[in-house]
C-alpha cells in the first residue's frame, strides 16, 4: 500500500501554488446606506480574486478616511471598524499581488492628493509600462516625498495615485482622462474624491468589470457575484476604453481610447467564479462546454470522473455527461480551510495530513479513475493528487485537463510560475504524465476551449497558452514585479529607477528555440 508522503496538498505549501488571481475591486455610491458594509460584502464575494491583504477607503463629502491591512476581508475587517468607515461613497480591494511585494505599504485602496481634494484608488490587473510611468512622475514631482510611494508602495498602483495629482485647478475627472491614454497594460480601476465615484477600464478589457444598480444608488465591480450579494442588479459591463463617473446627477460615461478587445481566456478557465458572466458568457456553462469538449477530444474507459474541486467541478460534470462514465465527488474538501499564515508543524507533515482535501476511499478503491482538472502549471497539486487516488486504491489514475498546457508567463495580472517552472514548457504530454505519475494525460486542444467560450479568437488573450501577447511588452530589464524595488535613481542616476534585477519574470519571452518553432 502507498503511504502518505507527509506533504499538504495544493497551495498550502509555501512555493507550490498555482497560478494566483488578479485582483478584487469593489466601488459603491449611495446614499443613505452603509456603504463601508457594503463593500465589506461585495469584497467578500470577491475574495477568490485576492487573499493577502484587504481594505475600504470612504467619503463622507468632505473626507476620504481608509483603514486597511494583510489578510482575509473577514481578518481585516469587523463590527467596530466599519462603523468608524462612514459616507455615502465607498471603494474596496482584495489583492493578490502582480506588481510590488506583498506587505502593507502596498495594501489598497492606495490615497493621493489632488489639485483640489484626495483621491483614493483600487486596482485590478497589472501594468506593462511602469518604468516609464515612473518617468512621469520624476519629470512631474522628483523623487517622491510624501504620498503613498514616499512611504513604501512600490506598486504600479501608487505610480497611477501620484499622476493622479494633476495641476492646479484641474478636477480629478480631467486628470484622469488625460492620463488613461498614457497608461498601457491590464487595468480596471475603481476610485473616487470627495464628493464621486470612478471607475475606467483598459481598451483591451482583459479583466472584467460590472456596472449595478441599487435602489439608491450604483455600484461597480470585477464580477456580478458582487452585485448580487449586496441587493444590486446587474446593468451591463462597463465597456473596454470606457470612463465612468457617478454623483448625484447619475452616470456619466466618457471613451478615453478605442477598443480592442482582448479579454483574458483564463477567466473562463479558472479564475472568475462560476456565478460569474463574461462579455455575455456564462462562466459555469463554458466550464461545463470545456468539459464536453475535452470528452470529445479525448475519450477514455473508466467508472468513474471525479472533480479536483472546486475549480474542475463544473467541467468534470460536462465530461461526465458527454462521456457517459458516471460522475461522482472523490475528494471531501474541507471548507474552513483558506489561506493561512501559520505553517503546518513538521509532526503535521510528517503524519501525511491533508489539510485541505482528502480522498474519498469508498468512491475510489479499485475504479479506474478519471481526474478533471482546470489546468496544470507546476504540476505539484495534479501529483499531490494522483498520489492521494493512489493510497485511495484507485486502479488507474487517468487525469483530463480542461485548458491547454500553460507555458508562458503571464504580464497582465495573473502570477503563473516563471517559464522555467511551468511542466509544460519543453515537455511533452507523455512526459508530463509520468512526472505526476498518472497513467495517462490529456488536455483540452486551443480551439475546444476558445469555442466552449463562444467568443471570437480575435477577441480573447490566450497569452499564457501560445505566446501571443495582445498588449506590446516592455523591454526584459523594464519589467518585473519588483521593478520599482530594485534601485533608487537618486542612488544611480543611470538605472532610471528600471532595474529590476535577475527576476524569473525577466526571462526572455521567446528564446530563439521558441522562434524557430513558431516560423
Same mark, same amino acid.
Given at each position: 500500500?502507498?503511504?502518505?508522503?507527509?506533504?499538504?496538498?495544493?497551495?498550502?505549501?509555501?512555493?507550490?501554488?498555482?497560478?494566483?488571481?488578479?485582483?478584487?475591486?469593489?466601488?459603491?455610491?449611495?446614499?443613505?446606506?452603509?456603504?463601508?458594509?457594503?463593500?465589506?460584502?461585495?469584497?467578500?464575494?470577491?475574495?477568490?480574486?485576492?487573499?493577502?491583504?484587504?481594505?475600504?477607503?470612504?467619503?463622507?463629502?468632505?473626507?476620504?478616511?481608509?483603514?486597511?491591512?494583510?489578510?482575509?476581508?473577514?481578518?481585516?475587517?469587523?463590527?467596530?471598524?466599519?462603523?468608524?468607515?462612514?459616507?455615502?461613497?465607498?471603494?474596496?480591494?482584495?489583492?493578490?499581488?502582480?506588481?510590488?511585494?506583498?506587505?502593507?505599504?502596498?495594501?489598497?485602496?492606495?490615497?493621493?492628493?489632488?489639485?483640489?481634494?484626495?483621491?483614493?484608488?483600487?486596482?485590478?490587473?497589472?501594468?506593462?509600462?511602469?518604468?516609464?510611468?515612473?518617468?512621469?512622475?520624476?519629470?512631474?514631482?522628483?523623487?517622491?516625498?510624501?504620498?503613498?510611494?514616499?512611504?513604501?508602495?512600490?506598486?504600479?498602483?501608487?505610480?497611477?495615485?501620484?499622476?493622479?495629482?494633476?495641476? @492646479?485647478?484641474?478636477?480629478?475627472?480631467?486628470?484622469?482622462?488625460?492620463?488613461?491614454?498614457?497608461?498601457?497594460?491590464?487595468?480596471?480601476?475603481?476610485?473616487?474624491?470627495?464628493?464621486?465615484?470612478?471607475?475606467?477600464?483598459?481598451?483591451?478589457?482583459?479583466?472584467?468589470?460590472?456596472?449595478?444598480?441599487?435602489?439608491?444608488?450604483?455600484?461597480?465591480?470585477?464580477?456580478?457575484?458582487?452585485?448580487?450579494?449586496?441587493?444590486?442588479?446587474?446593468?451591463?459591463?462597463?465597456?473596454?476604453?470606457?470612463?465612468?463617473?457617478?454623483?448625484?446627477?447619475?452616470?456619466?460615461?466618457?471613451?478615453?481610447?478605442?477598443?480592442?478587445?482582448?479579454?483574458?481566456?483564463?477567466?473562463?478557465?479558472?479564475?472568475?467564479?462560476? @456565478?460569474?458572466?463574461?462579455?455575455?458568457?456564462?462562466?459555469?456553462?463554458?466550464?461545463?462546454?470545456?468539459?464536453?469538449?475535452?470528452?470529445?477530444?479525448?475519450?477514455?474507459?473508466?467508472?468513474?470522473?471525479?472533480?479536483?474541486?472546486?475549480?474542475?467541478?463544473?467541467?468534470?460534470?460536462?465530461?461526465?455527461?458527454?462521456?457517459?462514465?458516471?460522475?461522482?465527488?472523490?475528494?471531501?474538501?474541507?471548507?474552513?480551510?483558506?489561506?493561512?499564515?501559520?505553517?503546518?508543524?513538521?509532526?503535521?507533515?510528517?503524519?501525511?495530513?491533508?489539510?485541505?482535501?482528502?480522498?474519498?476511499?469508498?468512491?475510489?478503491?479499485?475504479?479506474?479513475?478519471?481526474?478533471?482538472?482546470?489546468?496544470?502549471?507546476?504540476?505539484?497539486?495534479?501529483?499531490?493528487?494522483?498520489?492521494?487516488?493512489?493510497?485511495?486504491?484507485?486502479?488507474?489514475?487517468?487525469?483530463?485537463?480542461?485548458?491547454?498546457?500553460?507555458?508562458?508567463?503571464?504580464?497582465?495580472?495573473?502570477?503563473?510560475?516563471?517559464?522555467?517552472?511551468?511542466?509544460?514548457?519543453?515537455?511533452?504530454?507523455?512526459?508530463?504524465?509520468?512526472?505526476?505519475?498518472?497513467?495517462?494525460?490529456?488536455?483540452?486542444?486551443?480551439?475546444?476551449?476558445?469555442?466552449?467560450?463562444?467568443?471570437?479568437?480575435?477577441?480573447?488573450?490566450?497569452?499564457?497558452?501560445?505566446?501571443?501577447?495582445?498588449?506590446?511588452?516592455?523591454?526584459?530589464?523594464?519589467?518585473?514585479?519588483?521593478?520599482?524595488?530594485?534601485?533608487?535613481?537618486?542612488?544611480?542616476?543611470?538605472?532610471?529607477?528600471?532595474?529590476?534585477?535577475?527576476?524569473?519574470?525577466?526571462?526572455?519571452?521567446?528564446?530563439?528555440?521558441?522562434?524557430?518553432?513558431?516560423?
Amino acid at each position: 500500500m502507498v503511504r502518505g508522503d507527509g506533504n499538504l496538498s495544493h497551495d498550502l505549501l509555501p512555493g507550490e501554488k498555482g497560478p494566483q488571481d488578479a485582483c478584487g475591486v469593489f466601488g459603491v455610491w449611495a446614499p443613505g446606506e452603509e456603504v463601508a458594509k457594503l463593500a465589506y460584502y461585495g469584497l467578500y464575494a470577491l475574495q477568490h480574486r485576492g487573499q493577502e491583504s484587504a481594505g475600504i477607503a470612504t467619503s463622507n463629502g468632505e473626507r476620504i478616511s481608509v483603514y486597511k491591512d494583510m489578510g482575509l476581508v473577514s481578518q481585516v475587517f469587523d463590527e467596530t471598524t466599519l462603523n468608524t468607515l462612514e459616507g455615502h461613497i465607498a471603494v474596496g480591494h482584495c489583492r493578490y499581488s502582480t506588481t510590488g511585494s506583498s506587505n502593507w505599504a502596498n495594501a489598497q485602496p492606495t490615497l493621493g492628493a489632488t489639485a483640489v481634494g484626495t483621491v483614493a484608488l483600487a486596482h485590478n490587473g497589472n501594468l506593462t509600462n511602469s518604468a516609464d510611468l515612473y518617468q512621469m512622475v520624476l519629470a512631474r514631482h522628483g523623487k517622491p516625498r510624501s504620498g503613498e510611494m514616499a512611504q513604501g508602495n512600490t506598486s504600479d498602483t501608487a505610480l497611477v495615485t501620484t499622476l493622479l495629482a494633476g495641476d @492646479d485647478g484641474r478636477s480629478l475627472e480631467e486628470t484622469a482622462l488625460e492620463l488613461l491614454p498614457k497608461i498601457s497594460g491590464a487595468f480596471c480601476f475603481v476610485f473616487m474624491d470627495e464628493g464621486t465615484l470612478y471607475a475606467a477600464r483598459d481598451p483591451h478589457g482583459v479583466r472584467p468589470l460590472v456596472l449595478g444598480r441599487l435602489e439608491r444608488g450604483w455600484v461597480v465591480a470585477s464580477e456580478q457575484a458582487a452585485l448580487a450579494t449586496v441587493g444590486a442588479s446587474f446593468i451591463r459591463e462597463i465597456e473596454p476604453g470606457e470612463f465612468i463617473a457617478i454623483d448625484e446627477d447619475g452616470v456619466r460615461t466618457r471613451k478615453f481610447a478605442a477598443p480592442t478587445k482582448a479579454g483574458c481566456v483564463f477567466e473562463y478557465v479558472y479564475l472568475a467564479r462560476p @456565478d460569474a458572466a463574461i462579455a455575455g458568457r456564462s462562466v459555469y456553462e463554458a466550464r461545463v462546454e470545456m468539459g464536453r469538449q475535452l470528452a470529445r477530444e479525448n475519450s477514455a474507459e473508466a467508472d468513474v470522473v471525479i472533480p479536483v474541486p472546486e475549480s474542475g467541478t463544473p467541467a468534470a460534470v460536462g465530461f461526465a455527461e458527454q462521456s457517459g462514465i458516471p460522475f461522482a465527488h472523490g475528494f471531501v474538501k474541507n471548507s474552513y480551510v483558506g489561506r493561512t499564515f501559520i505553517q503546518p508543524s513538521q509532526t503535521l507533515r510528517q503524519l501525511g495530513i491533508r489539510l485541505k482535501l482528502n480522498a474519498l476511499e469508498s468512491v475510489i478503491r479499485g475504479k479506474r479513475i478519471i481526474v478533471v482538472d482546470d489546468s496544470i502549471v507546476r504540476g505539484n497539486t495534479q501529483r499531490a493528487v494522483v498520489r492521494m487516488l493512489r493510497e485511495a486504491g484507485a486502479a488507474s489514475v487517468h487525469v483530463k485537463i480542461s485548458s491547454p498546457p500553460v507555458r508562458w508567463p503571464c504580464f497582465y495580472g495573473i502570477d503563473f510560475a516563471s517559464r522555467a517552472e511551468l511542466i509544460a514548457n519543453g515537455a511533452a504530454v507523455e512526459q508530463i504524465s509520468n512526472s505526476i505519475g498518472a497513467d495517462s494525460l490529456a488536455y483540452i486542444s486551443e480551439d475546444g476551449m476558445i469555442a466552449a467560450t463562444e467568443q471570437p479568437r480575435e477577441r480573447l488573450c490566450t497569452a499564457c497558452f501560445t505566446g501571443d501577447y495582445p498588449i506590446a511588452l516592455p523591454a526584459e530589464e523594464r519589467r518585473g514585479k519588483n521593478l520599482l524595488e530594485r534601485v533608487d535613481p537618486a542612488d544611480d542616476p543611470g538605472s532610471n529607477g528600471c532595474d529590476p534585477g535577475p527576476d524569473s519574470e525577466l526571462e526572455a519571452v521567446l528564446t530563439d528555440e521558441d522562434k524557430k518553432e513558431r516560423v
